[in-house]
Every structure is written in C-alpha cells, then in structure tokens.
C-alpha cells in the first residue's frame, strides 16, 4: 500500500523566513494535494499537483512535484504568522478513486 | 456556494451510545468522501459515496459503522456502540468527479469524544 512521508515532522522559524516542507510517497503520484489544517479544524485545500515536474503558486507559497512523482516540496516565502498550522500532504495512489492517502502532517509555528 | 458543512461540530457521548454526523457537500459535487482524523494523524479513509452509491468502504469501517448517501445530496455518518477507540475528528469532503484532476474540498470536521 502506498504511504506518505513528510519532513520534518515540526518546524519552526522566525517571521520573515522562508522554509520547505517535503512528502515523499513509497509510489508514484497520480495526484498530489496539498492542505493546512489549523488545530481542531477542518483541512483548507491549497493546491493540487498532477504532473511530473509540475509547480504551482498561491500568494507566498509554492508547491512542486518532481519528474519522477514521487516527491513533492511545500515552500514558504517570508513566513508570517498567519501561516502557522499543520501542513499535511496527501495522494491519490490509484488516480482513478480519488481517495486520499495522507502523511502524518507538519507543525509550523512562525514566531513574530 | 457555501462550502462543505458537518454537523454537529462536537459530539460527547457515552460508550455504548450510537450516535450520527450529518455532511452537506458543495451543491454539485457527485463525490462525497468520510475520513477520520486521530490527533497527530493525518485523516485516514473511510468511505466514499458517487451520487447515492457506495462505492468503497476501508477496512477500517468495522460493522458498527455504516454511511448513507439517500438522495445523492447530504450524507450520514452512523457510529453504533460507540467504544472509546472511536474518538477522534470525523471528516468529511466532496469532489466534482473521481479522477485525480478534481480538488477535494473538506468540512470543518465533527470531534467526537466517546467517555
């Protein structure tokens, strides 16, 4: 079965820096999301990667899959504090269902 | 469009009780997914709906559990003899289409706290 990894599994900067975040999945991507989930609440979708070497962008944030998709990085640009959350990952394994597989999630904290 | 809604947001309850979360997608959405959320997880697949046809249930969705989708619209979510192992974020979300090309738009979740 397929599986998520992301890296690291917490982080922690200071307001203005810039930080990646990485999911590694065990088999080829046929969809790659990307959502932040504030604590106890629900996932707020950021975007969707389908093809290899693909990257897309949303304000200060950045997303790319490699060619080989299996690999994708989250990057932030002159972190705020509004960015803080839990960044999770997750993967359509068949590309037919839709079904989401997940990583385990990472915690950002962005100190003023 | 409103979004997806759940409710309720939080649910205590007390082992042996069944309970039922209710989920709204966006309007026209065909998919409807459940996924249960433990803390410091990531959400973990339950089941998912096409129209009002169920189409796949996990493994983990034992025979206490069970989903409806009747009128292909708003969706429930039936936890029966809840145990304390059944804590957790009920989660759920909605799509336009299967396929890997459609985003999947999540609910603000339900927490249910089994005592």
């Known amino acids: 079965s397929q599986e998520l990894e992301q890296s690291p599994q917490s982080l922690i900067v200071q307001e203005g820096k810039n930080l990646t975040i990485n999911c590694t999945s065990s088999k080829t991507l046929y969809g790659l999301y990307w959502y932040k989930q504030k604590y106890g609440e629900g996932l707020i979708f950021l975007m969707m990667?389908?093809?290899?070497?693909e990257e897309k962008s949303h304000e200060k944030i950045t997303a790319k899959l490699d060619e080989k998709k299996q690999q994708s990085s989250l990057h932030i640009t002159a972190s705020q504090p509004s960015h803080a959350g839990i960044y999770l990952c997750g993967a359509d394994g068949s590309g037919a269902t839709n079904k989401l597989i997940f990583g385990t999630g990472t915690l950002l904290a962005v100190q003023p | 469009d409103t979004g997806v809604s759940q409710n309720p947001r939080h649910k205590i309850t007390k082992r042996g009780q069944n309970v039922t979360f209710r989920c709204d997608p966006i309007?026209?959405?065909?998919?409807l997914y459940w996924y249960r959320q433990t803390l410091g997880q990531g959400p973990e697949f339950l089941t998912y709906f096409q129209n009002e046809a169920q189409l796949e249930k996990s493994r983990l969705l034992s025979d206490r559990f069970s989903a409806e989708r009747p009128k292909g619209s708003f969706s429930t979510l039936e936890i029966q003899r809840t145990e304390q192992g059944d804590s957790a974020m009920y989660l759920c979300a909605s799509s336009l289409a299967g396929g890997a090309r459609y985003e999947q738009f999540f609910g603000p979740g339900t927490r249910l706290t089994v005592l």
């Open positions: 309007s026209e959405h065909n998919r």
């Open positions: 990667l389908q093809k290899g070497g």
